[in-house]
């Protein structure tokens, strides 16, 4: 049985050497893992044990910064709310021209691109970000239009109330 500490700096375990290789398969283990034999207070890199390492049940460890328990990319949740707020700013654009769900689809959006981009290999999402921005600036295209379609038809009215006198 072996323990091992995770790149979260938890310790995990125990777990059998079956179970082990079995991290080791799914990438949440490699060779610089640390790991303790079990009755063992010695911590060492799991490429240095030799039922790892060498002989018939060897196999072969990845190298590099995976470690063990790394959790795969996540959808951002900010990226989603955006989404959904560009969604709402368009369907509720003529009846509020948008407000304020296309100023918080806006901040939501860019907040999660900014997210996504500075960490990149726990965050996904980017498309519905950008989908969520789209949505909510063509909301406040539509709000603009909408105010200047409504002025020029009033003021046409205005104008046309000036000539009967």
């Given at each position: 049985?072996?323990?091992i ?6 310790e995990?375990g125990?777990?059998?050497?079956e ?17 303790q034999?079990e ?25 590099g ?27 509720f ?11 918080a689809?806006i ?5 999660a691109?900014?997210q996504?981009?500075n960490d990149?290999?726990?965050e ?21 239009l ?9 003021s ?10």
């Amino acid at each position: 049985m072996y323990k091992i500490i995770g790149a979260d700096g938890k310790e995990y375990g125990p777990i059998s050497a079956e179970g082990l290789r079995q991290w080791i398969a799914e990438g949440r283990a490699n060779a610089q893992t640390k790991v303790q034999v079990e009755g063992s207070v010695e911590w060492k890199r799991l490429e240095e044990l030799p039922e790892f390492s060498a002989g018939p049940a060897a196999i072969t460890l990845p190298a590099g910064p995976i470690g063990p328990l790394q959790s795969q990319p996540r959808t951002n949740s900010l990226a989603t709310a955006g989404l959904v707020l560009g969604i709402l700013s368009v369907t509720f654009g003529l009846c509020c021209y948008g407000l304020p769900f296309n100023v918080a689809g806006i901040v939501c959006s860019l907040v999660a691109l900014t997210q996504i981009r500075n960490d990149p290999q726990r965050e996904r999402g980017q498309g519905l970000a950008i989908a969520g921005l789209i949505l909510s600036f063509l909301s406040i295209v539509f709000a603009v239009l909408l105010v200047v379609f409504s002025l020029s038809f009033r003021s046409s009215d205005w104008m046309r109330h000036i000539r009967h006198l």
